[in-house]
T-cell receptor, first 110, second 112 residues
Framework: AQTIHQWPVAEIKAVGSPLSLGCTIK??????LYWYWQATGGTLQQLFY??????VESVVQLNLSASRPKDDQFILSTEKLLLSHSGFYLC?????????FGPGTRLTVL | GDSVTQTEGQVTVSESKSLIINCTYS????????LFWYVRYPGEGLQLLLK?????QKGSSRGFEATYNKETTSFHLQKASVQESDSAVYYC?????????FGTGTRLQASP
């Protein structure tokens, strides 16, 4: 069975500080991976997707970047956080017709 | 662009009563989109509730059902008898495997 882990579970950071969020999937080789973001009270927005190691496509620009250093790992990062980055970040992998989500990371930027 | 509209932000239903959560969609870039309902129970992650990949067909899971109506571009979620354990946030979505567009979600509060 496939499992998807995200870290950290929650993070409180200062404006202007760097950020790194991680996602790992086990039990699935060469998965398509995705990052989503949901502002409080907002809708889920797809940020990035990756179909293979080293390749990442941006869907929405939020002054964030993503990388895929390993087949089973997807990283979301920024060098300088903004207040608007607060929210809930979800990682997902996909099969033919649907996506499966990780537990998410709650980010609060102060 | 592509969009999903859920008109109710929150609905409250008494246990054993019926439920409809409305969902309509619009798409310009995704031909023949698949339609989904996802659910997030309190304290849990987002999980797929049901999906329909062919227009005109109905999907069902855990007593919930939804019909892919291409004519009215709708995918309303229905349940005949709601239980308190159904309390959660429900998200309608459309897409293909590489692109999914979500609605804003509807919080269901099932009261005893």
């Amino acid at each position: 069975a496939q499992t998807i882990h995200q870290w950290p579970v929650a993070e409180i950071k200062a404006v202007g500080s760097p950020l790194s969020l991680g996602c790992t999937i086990k039990g699935k080789s060469s998965p398509n991976l995705y990052w989503y973001w949901q502002a409080t009270g907002g809708t889920l927005q797809q940020l990035f997707y990756s179909i293979t190691v080293g390749q990442v496509e941006s869907v929405v620009q939020l002054n964030l970047s993503a990388s895929r250093p390993k087949d089973d790992q997807f990283i979301l990062s920024t060098e300088k956080l903004l207040l608007s980055h607060s929210g809930f970040y979800l990682c997902a992998w996909s099969r033919t017709y649907e996506q499966y989500f990780g537990p998410g990371t709650r980010l609060t930027v102060l | 662009g592509d969009s999903v509209t859920q008109t109710e932000g929150q609905v409250t239903v008494s246990e054993s009563k019926s439920l409809i959560i409305n969902c309509t969609y619009s798409t310009t870039s995704i031909a023949y989109p698949n339609l989904f309902w996802y659910v997030r129970y309190p304290g849990e992650g987002l999980q797929l509730l049901l999906k329909v990949i062919t227009a005109g067909q109905k999907g069902s899971s855990r007593g919930f059902e939804a019909t892919y109506n291409k004519e009215t571009t709708s995918f309303h979620l229905q349940k005949a008898s709601v239980q308190e354990s159904d309390s959660a946030v429900y998200y309608c979505a459309l897409g293909r495997s590489d692109k999914v567009v979500f609605g804003t979600g509807t919080r269901l509060q099932a009261s005893p």
